[in-house]
C-alpha cells in the first residue's frame, strides 16, 4: 500500500522555497488520496542550537503551516518527531548500521558545517540517519521533498538494504522512492539565482517569508536579480539565466500552469510588467495561509490537539515496527 512520509524541521521560519517544495506537494498527495504522514522534525532542529524558549512555539508553528496549507488532520497524521519514541531508537540502530565512508559524503553537512565542522554536533553529522530512520519506522513508499534531500533519501535506501542483508530479513524494510517532481522541487534564492532559497541565507531580501506581508513580498520580488534582456520566448535555453528562470517556475508552480504557458503569455515583455503580476500572484496565494496560520497561533489548544492525535495515531504504527526490530536485532524482549 502506497504511504507517503515528509518532515519540516522546527527551526523557525518557513518560506516560498518549503511551501511551493514541500507543503503545496503534500498537500495535493493528501487530496489524491494517499495517506500521508507528516511530522514536525524537532529532533532534527536542534542539530543546531534552538533556544528552548522557542522550540515549543517553532513546532506549533509548523503544525499551523501544515493545517493553513491544506492538511487535513482528519486525513493525514500531523505529529511532533520527538513524541513519537521510535525515531530516536530506531535512529540508533541505524547509527550501527551506516558506514562512516556513507555520511562523509553527504553535502548538507559539508555546507552546514562549512569552516567550523570541529564545532558541529555529532547530531549534525548523523542528521541523515536520523532521516531514514523516520521515513523507514513507518515503511513509507513515497517521500516527497525538494531536490536538496535527494542524496539522504539515496542514503536512506542504502541503509534498509544493508539492514535487510545483514539480519537476514529480505524486503522488511521497502526501499521508498523520492517524489522530487513537484510544483517547484528547488526553489533559487531572489539574490542568486544559483543558490537555493534557504531560510539560513542572511540576506532576508533572498526569500519569501510566509509571514511577510503583502507590502514586503511586492518589495522582494520588485527588487529580485534579473539581467538586462526581457521575458524569453517559448523553448529559449534560460541556463545562463537562472534568476529569470526561478522567476518563471515560481509562477507557474503558484498559478498552476507548466512554465511554458508561463513563458508563452508574456514574451517579449519587460520585467517591469511581469514582475507586479508575479507579486500579486504571491500575495494572493500566500495571505490566506498567513491569516489562517496566525488564527491558529492565537489560540494553540486546536493545534495542541491535533499534535497529540497525530502523535498517538503515529506511535499505533511505528512502536509495533520497532518492537520488531528489536527481536530481529536480538535485543532481550520480556
Ligand atoms: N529552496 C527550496 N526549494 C524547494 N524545496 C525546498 N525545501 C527547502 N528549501 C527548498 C524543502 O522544504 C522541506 C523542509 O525542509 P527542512 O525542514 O529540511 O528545511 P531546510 O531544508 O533546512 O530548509 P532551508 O530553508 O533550506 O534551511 P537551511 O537554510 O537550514 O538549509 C524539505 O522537503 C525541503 O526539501
Request: hydrophobic share 45%; with cysteine; charged share 25%.
Amino acid at each position: 500500500p502506497r504511504r507517503v512520509l515528509s518532515g519540516i524541521q522546527a527551526s523557525g521560519a518557513l518560506h516560498l522555497g518549503n511551501y511551493l517544495g514541500a507543503l503545496k506537494r503534500f498537500t495535493q498527495l493528501q487530496d489524491q488520496g494517499a495517506p500521508c504522514f507528516l511530522f514536525v522534525a524537532d529532533l532534527h532542529a536542534i542539530t543546531v542550537w534552538q533556544d528552548p524558549a522557542l522550540l515549543t512555539a517553532q513546532t506549533r508553528e509548523i503544525a499551523a503551516a501544515y493545517l493553513a496549507s491544506g492538511l487535513d488532520p482528519a486525513k493525514s497524521v500531523i505529529f511532533p518527531q520527538s513524541a513519537v519514541r521510535a525515531h530516536a531508537e530506531l535512529a540508533w540502530v541505524f547509527n550501527c548500521v551506516a558506514r562512516l565512508g556513507w555520511l562523509d559524503r553527504m553535502t548538507q553537512f559539508k555546507e552546514k558545517s562549512g569552516k567550523h565542522k570541529e564545532r558541529s554536533s555529532v547530531g549534525l553529522y548523523t542528521y541523515p540517519v536520523l532521516q531514514a530512520a523516520d521515513i523507514l519506522l513507518y515503511k513509507a513508499t513515497e517521500v516527497p521533498t525538494g531536490e536538496d534531500q535527494k542524496q539522504h533519501l539515496e542514503l536512506t535506501r542504502d541503509i534498509a538494504a544493508k539492514f535487510n542483508n545483514d539480519f537476514g530479513v529480505p524486503d522488511f524494510f521497502p526501499l521508498p522512492e523520492p517524489l522530487t517532481q513537484g510544483p517547484a522541487p528547488r526553489v533559487m534564492s531572489l539574490r542568486d539565482g544559483s543558490a537555493k532559497m534557504s531560510k539560513s541565507d542572511p540576506s532576508d531580501q533572498s526569500r519569501i517569508n510566509l509571514t511577510d506581508d503583502a507590502d514586503a513580498i511586492a518589495g522582494k520580488i520588485r527588487k529580485s536579480k534579473t539581467d538586462m534582456g526581457v521575458m524569453p520566448e517559448v523553448g529559449e535555453a534560460l541556463d545562463d539565466r537562472p534568476e529569470v528562470r526561478n522567476l518563471i517556475s515560481i509562477y507557474a508552480a503558484l498559478s498552476d500552469q507548466s512554465k511554458d504557458a508561463v513563458t508563452a503569455e508574456f514574451a517579449g515583455q519587460g520585467f517591469g510588467a511581469f514582475k507586479p503580476r508575479l507579486a500579486d500572484l504571491a500575495v494572493s496565494a500566500m495571505a490566506p495561509i498567513t491569516a489562517e496560520m496566525r488564527r491558529l497561533m492565537a489560540d494553540t489548544a486546536e493545534i495542541d490537539r491535533v499534535l497529540k492525535d497525530g502523535a498517538e495515531r503515529a506511535a499505533a504504527i511505528a512502536d509495533p515496527v520497532v518492537d520488531e526490530v528489536k527481536t530481529i536485532v536480538g535485543f532481550w524482549r520480556a
